[in-house]
């Protein structure tokens, strides 16, 4: 479930993101490029990347997620929204 715009500073805007198991997506954009449809997307590829995680049989529950798969998407999702900090 999105939660939109949590807090907005001058120099950046927060946005949330609550999965239905309770886990909780937190995205730090800065104001510039932050368009709240970008951020949905960008929540809705992360919340898949880390279904696809978590869903793997050799994943621990409530360990850090040690995947390059992984790490591709969340990149691949930030780098193609144009949130990804220079």
């Given at each position: 479930m999105y939660l939109g715009?949590?807090?907005p500073t001058e120099d950046y805007k927060v946005f949330g993101y609550l999965t239905g198991t309770n886990v909780k997506l937190i995205l730090v954009?800065?104001?510039f490029n932050a368009k709240e449809a970008v951020v949905k997307k960008v929540f809705r590829d992360l919340h898949s990347a880390y279904i696809d995680a978590v869903s793997n049989p050799f994943y621990n529950p409530g360990k850090k997620i040690e995947s390059k798969s992984f790490e591709q998407r969340?990149?691949?999702a930030v780098n193609s929204a144009g949130l990804a900090h220079q």
């Amino acid at each position: 479930m999105y939660l939109g715009l949590l807090y907005p500073t001058e120099d950046y805007k927060v946005f949330g993101y609550l999965t239905g198991t309770n886990v909780k997506l937190i995205l730090v954009a800065d104001s510039f490029n932050a368009k709240e449809a970008v951020v949905k997307k960008v929540f809705r590829d992360l919340h898949s990347a880390y279904i696809d995680a978590v869903s793997n049989p050799f994943y621990n529950p409530g360990k850090k997620i040690e995947s390059k798969s992984f790490e591709q998407r969340v990149d691949r999702a930030v780098n193609s929204a144009g949130l990804a900090h220079q």
